[in-house]
């Protein structure tokens, strides 16, 4: 199905800007948002990434639109491990973004390895452009040249597809797959630097989000197969990190020293800070500025919602979760935390530990990040004193040492000047240890995934039902821990049915083992009934199997607090069942730890320990052993909003 923009036009739908610097970009939301009234969908798939622009770097996977196709940056729902709810009210629907988390050379590297076929305009070709703005426009009937404008004929080519009217050409000689991906290594300026839609104000993309904007291209759809988290074409670890801490510590500006310091930030990207910091009569390059990327949180100088960035050194590729301070965004913290190998928690050298400090230091304890490194941030304004530090150090250690974090560092830092960032400080003799990026390069995750419990939950049932393959059945799903391999004695659950692997199949062809994070389809030597929600797991080793979950639950709902006898949808693994609050046994006082018995009630940011009961068994690992079956989320049934986060006792 194809929606045209220029049968909206027909029909009056929209009508055309006019002038010389008029766009046609805009007039694709109304185009969209028809088609999908229209034909009543649930869902549209995309392939926008986090790496190309700043509000989209706030992006969830599961994006909701409400009944207008409108976007909510400051109310986007939680999206914890890899639970996604996609429940929605009539006139609602998501956009899908599944390649969120790659990078443009991710894109590049993928279609070289898989031979996908490319329309021209991607390599270089001679094209009559002429330059506005600092955009190369192709000449066409869409574009008005103006007086003092000449076309010329330029070898260029198109890193990013969109409108004529507002999408600019790179100059370039790259005529195949090889330069381009030399080209795209090299490159100082951002994938959607030539995009003249972008520049027309500081929040461009933003607004038109926020109306329903979204695209969907041909080379989208020769991706959206794939993992979602894929790091393509190189063997280079993946860490990922989250930043929390209180209002103010400087976590953004952290961020993009990192990005700064580690060559990381494109040209147009850093002449763009640099241009906001000084109409804002900024002293100083204020490096916040490349995460911070709300309308809302430039004008507030805060963080309200998560945003991911992206960098590499020549020893690991990292993603970034920018998480808020504000006590009000919490749930946003944890969405950034629950799939981070490791939390940075800064604390500002004036102030010292305070409770937002202990509140994510808490929560970094409860989701089982296993390394933490405390920054004690902004010594520059504390005269780089010695003592500051120790009674930080030893304040923090006071309190840690009551919660289960297995490896703890701690650094003295400057963001804002970069001392202890990158390089050394000069400023700090007395402090031995080794800088914030030494210690995020160096650091031992290989131990942090369960590669001894074996555990698959069943995501989807492949039964191909063509004369190829005719009698297939595999099982699809991605795995949760241990190793799996053709001829492993497995046990289905529910059922209690035993058979053998027969074999493992990728996209790529069949595999000799699998393990975790990997996606693959499963074939059995014999036909049990198995469906979306079922759990394959090794005989001798199985999980606890029960219809009473005893959880630590964080509450997110600012609507109404967790009561007994509250029923939710919750939502484990693959499956979904229903549940009721039997019982909240204490909250947690996240300051002292003390356990406050006899509550009745969990409010907004409340953490406690609660008794589940829920209409159907389920399959699971306590959360210390395994994130992902140890992992649960709680939707409510009216409102489809994700209320709450359970780590499983």
Not at 7 to 26: D, L, M, Q, T, Y
Not at 156 to 165: E, L, N, P, S
Request: net charge negative; with cysteine; proline share 3%.
């Amino acid at each position: 199905m194809v929606a045209s923009v220029e049968e909206s036009i027909r029909k009056g739908r929209v009508v055309e800007e006019k002038g010389p610097n008029a766009s046609r970009n805009g007039l694709q939301t109304v185009t969209l948002l028809d088609a999908i009234e229209e034909h009543g969908f649930d869902a549209a798939l995309g392939g926008a990434r986090r790496d190309e622009e700043k509000a989209r770097a706030k992006e969830r996977f599961f994006s909701h639109r409400d009944d207008f196709g409108q976007w909510d940056p400051k109310n986007q729902r939680p999206e914890l491990w890899n639970l996604f709810n996609g429940r929605k009210n009539p006139g609602e629907h998501f956009r899908v973004f599944p390649l969120s988390n790659w990078t443009e050379m991710d894109i590049w590297m993928y279609i070289k390895r898989e031979g996908i076929v490319l329309p021209h305009i991607y390599f270089s070709h001679e094209r009559d452009v002429i330059a506005r703005g600092g955009t190369l426009l192709a000449v066409t009937d869409f574009i008005q040249v103006q007086d003092g404008e000449q076309a010329e004929r330029k070898t260029v080519r198109f890193r990013t597809i969109g409108d004529a009217t507002c999408t600019g050409a790179v100059e370039s000689t790259a005529a195949d797959l090889d330069a381009v991906i030399a080209e795209v290594a090299a490159a100082r300026q951002t994938e959607r630097g030539t995009r003249a839609d972008d520049k027309r104000s500081e929040t461009a993309m933003e607004d038109r989000k926020r109306a329903g904007y979204f695209l969907i291209n041909f080379r989208t759809l020769k991706l959206l197969h794939m993992e979602t988290t894929t790091t393509v074409g190189t063997d280079i670890e993946l860490l990922r990190f989250t930043t929390a801490g209180s209002v103010d510590d400087g976590k953004s500006t952290l961020i993009g020293r990192l990005m700064y310091d580690t060559k990381s930030i494109f040209e147009d990207q850093l002449e763009a800070v640099e241009r906001v910091s000084r109409n804002r009569g900024d002293g100083h390059v204020d490096l916040a500025l490349l995460t911070d990327g709300l309308r809302a949180e430039r004008e507030q100088g805060i963080t309200i919602d998560v945003a991911y960035r992206y960098f590499a050194t020549p020893r690991r590729k990292f993603i970034i979760a920018d998480t808020p301070g504000h006590i009000q965004y919490t749930r946003n913290m944890v969405t950034g935390a629950s799939t981070a190998n490791l939390a940075i928690i800064l604390v500002d050298a004036r102030k010292g530990v305070v409770e937002q400090t202990c509140r994510h230091s808490f929560i970094a304890s409860l989701l089982r990040i296993q390394h933490v490194i405390v920054c004690i941030n902004k010594m520059d304004l504390v005269d780089w004193s010695e003592q500051v530090y120790n009674d930080i150090v030893r304040t923090y250690k006071d309190f840690a040492s009551r919660l289960d974090i297995p490896q703890m560092t701690f650094i003295p830092i400057s963001a804002l000047l970069g001392d202890n960032v990158v390089e050394k400080s000069p400023n700090m003799p007395w402090y031995g240890g080794s800088t914030l990026l030494y210690n995020l390069e160096t650091v031992y995750i290989g131990s942090d995934a369960n590669h001894v419990d074996a555990r698959f939950p069943v995501q989807y049932v492949i039964r191909p039902h063509s004369n190829e393959w005719h009698d297939f059945r595999g099982y699809a799903g991605r795995i949760a821990g241990g190793v799996f391999k053709p001829g492993d004695e497995i046990l289905a659950l529910p059922s209690g049915f035993e058979a053998k692997i027969k074999a493992i199949h990728t996209a790529d062809g069949e595999l000799d083992e699998a393990f975790h994070p990997m996606s693959v389809a499963i074939t059995l030597d014999r036909e049990i009934d198995i469906s979306r929600g079922d759990m394959l797991v090794k005989t001798r080793n199985q999980p606890h199997i029960s219809q009473d979950i005893d959880c630590m639950l964080c509450w997110f709902s600012e609507k109404k607090p967790l009561t007994a006898g509250a029923k939710f949808i919750l939502r484990h693994t693959t499956k979904e069942v229903k549940a009721v609050v039997r019982e909240i046994q204490y909250a947690v006082d996240v300051n002292t730890l003390h356990k406050q018995e006899g509550v009745d009630s969990l409010q907004l940011n409340g953490i406690g320990r609660v008794h589940l009961r829920v209409s159907a068994p389920l399959f699971f690992d306590s959360y210390r052993r395994n994130r992902i079956t140890g992992s649960l989320i709680l939707v409510d049934p009216f409102t489809n909003e994700t209320v709450a986060a359970g780590m499983i006792r």
